[in-house]
């Protein structure tokens, strides 16, 4: 493949020209459609704006919201003018809220009402009480001492006090020149950092993956290859866009083929299914969950899917059995699986359309273009012989620049040598098609989402009635995982598993919660003292009769 070596910024003008009057993206639940031209006009709008803020290159701006249009905006609004955005998980809470804004030193902050029981306005009045007095969304804030503006992207009608709407920063826009708007473009590099994702932590915190437009372009451009896609495809993008599997999987993938987008604002299943039908859209990315909740909808028969082609199932493992419903009930003939992580922008290794059917539910691919990988032992970090199981390991383009101020953090993750060690163990077959067989790295992967333990574990040892703790992951057949914490009490603490999780609802993302609690009287543990987790995970799995769950059979 050949490299991508133009910017964001540069890769939407050119689309803006060759496909001007293509539709770039459309929305099915709002008003908003918009072609290469009219969406490259409505960005460089945004861009004005953030410059009139003061924003420059290397600044944080944060974006707090489902997929909204104005998320589309300010991904490339920002990256024209080299700012850093960073994207916020909408399952945020007011404590992981808190720690990323300090931890990235974002300066800009924009947010919408919020997601179902989450009010992302009173958080920000919680952990911003200084906004209440504020003017057009300066403010000054104590607690965060990098902030200078936060915005509303929630419509006109009822901007929250103290907020700038999003419309009101697209009129300070104008008071840039056009002279001063192609000066800041002017020290744009291709190599520059332009997104951060905050990914879950073996330290209890989560890490802020530094990706460039170099990175994520060219990965999006590989991906898209996979899938052969064109201009004449149009995806439907159900998957969140601070994640990389809708940003990079999705975005990416898209306009480095000149392909429409067609987003969903939230994932639900009627939503999704009159969209492919009503849009005949050609492709649809999802984790399994997703799949699963389509496939077994109610109204599932009465929705046209003679449209689709391809897309992507990844985030989590994949079960073979909805692999293959996929293909043979949602007309996903030439449906791909993609494998990586955040730290690599984020695929190494995807099945193509050409790919049998076997390899295409078996196996998660070969690595991609410009992508190399190995499989090593991870004790002593030898080369694995095809078969083997070992340490997945990565080099190339699509590796992260490090985490942002944490190099020590950094070092682990990639060695001297370049080579980003994943944590997961996997096999090769003779013909380069990888498979996934298991982690080292203590972490849970929830539909799609990334939990580590440890972090769960830091909030409980926060709590009064906990002495000791442990969180581990067991098998579910909806989420493929579930999160479940042991916990020793201390004594004369009167608190039951339901109290347990009550204390995690409010301090924590919904999908963090655990959804089981048991209560012990000490660990399991080896003769030298070591904690096993493993024996914990079977002990549940007979305790919930999870085997059903735990026998399930992925890529």
Not at 448 to 467: A, R
Not at 477 to 483: F, K, S, T
Request: net charge negative; aromatic share 8%; with cysteine.
């Amino acid at each position: 493949m050949e490299m991508i070596n133009k910017t964001l910024g540069e890769m939407l003008e050119g689309l803006a020209i060759d496909y001007a009057d293509s539709v770039a993206i459309k929305y099915t639940t709002r008003e908003y459609c918009v072609t290469w031209k009219q969406f490259n006009e409505k960005c460089d709008a945004v861009a004005k704006g953030l410059l009139a803020l003061g924003i420059k290159k290397g600044d944080k701006v944060a974006i707090w919201a489902t997929n909204i249009p104005e998320w589309f905006e300010m991904l490339f609004a920002s990256a024209k003018i080299g700012a850093i955005l960073v994207t916020v998980n909408t399952n945020y809470r007011e404590f992981e809220l808190d720690y990323l804004l300090k931890q990235s030193d974002s300066k800009v902050l924009i947010t919408i009402d919020g997601v179902k029981n989450n009010s992302y306005i009173d958080t920000i009045d919680n952990i911003i009480p200084e906004l209440r007095k504020a003017k057009n969304g300066s403010v000054k804030s104590s607690r965060f001492t990098f902030l200078t503006n936060v915005i509303y992207a929630g419509g006109n009608d009822s901007t929250p006090r103290g907020f700038l709407n999003f419309d009101g920063l697209v009129k300070l826009g104008e008071s840039v020149s056009e002279s001063d708007y192609a000066k800041a473009r002017s020290i744009i590099c291709n190599h520059d950092v332009i997104n951060m994702q905050y990914t879950s932590g073996t330290t209890g915190f989560p890490k802020g993956v530094m990706l460039t437009h170099y990175n994520i372009l060219n990965n999006g451009k590989s991906i898209g290859d996979c899938m052969k896609f064109s201009h004449e495809d149009r995806l439907l993008l159900t998957v969140p866009l601070f994640h990389c599997f809708g940003l990079v999987l999705g975005v990416m993938a898209c306009i480095t083929h000149a392909t429409s987008m067609i987003p969903i604002e939230s994932f639900s299943p009627l939503k999704v299914m009159s969209a492919i039908q009503s849009e005949k859209c050609s492709a649809i990315h999802g984790v399994p969950t997703m799949f699963i909740a389509i496939l077994e909808h109610p109204e599932f028969s009465n929705y046209d899917f003679s449209s689709l082609r391809t897309g992507i199932m990844a985030g989590s493992p994949c079960p073979i059995k909805v692999m293959r419903e996929a293909v043979d009930r949602m007309n996903l003939s030439e449906i791909t699986i993609a494998y990586g992580q955040t730290e690599a922008s984020p695929v190494c290794t995807q099945t193509t359309t050409d790919d049998s059917i076997d390899k295409r539910v078996n196996t998660v691919g070969r690595v991609l273009s410009g992508v190399i990988a190995k499989i090593v032992d991870p004790e002593t970090g030898l080369e694995m012989p095809i078969g083997e199981k070992g340490e997945f390991c990565a080099k190339g383009y699509n590796i992260m620049k490090g985490y942002y101020k944490m190099p020590d953090a950094t070092s682990q993750a990639i060695d001297e040598d370049g080579w980003l060690h994943t944590g997961d163990l996997c096999t090769v077959d003779e013909d380069g098609y990888y498979k996934v067989v298991g982690r080292i790295k203590d972490m849970i992967i929830r539909g799609g989402e990334n939990i580590y333990p440890k972090e769960i574990e830091e909030f409980y040892y926060t709590q009064s009635p906990v002495k000791d703790v442990q969180v581990i992951g067991v098998p579910s057949e909806q989420y493929g995982e579930e999160v479940m914490a042991v916990i020793i009490l201390k004594e004369n603490c009167d608190i039951d598993e339901e109290g347990l999780k009550e204390l995690a609802r409010g301090s924590l993302a919904r999908h963090k919660v655990p959804k089981y609690v048991r209560i012990v009287e000490s660990f399991p543990v080896t003769a030298s003292g070591k904690i096993q987790k493993f024996k914990m995970r079977e002990e549940a799995i007979e305790l919930l009769n999870l085997q059903n769950a735990a026998d399930i059979e992925t890529a």
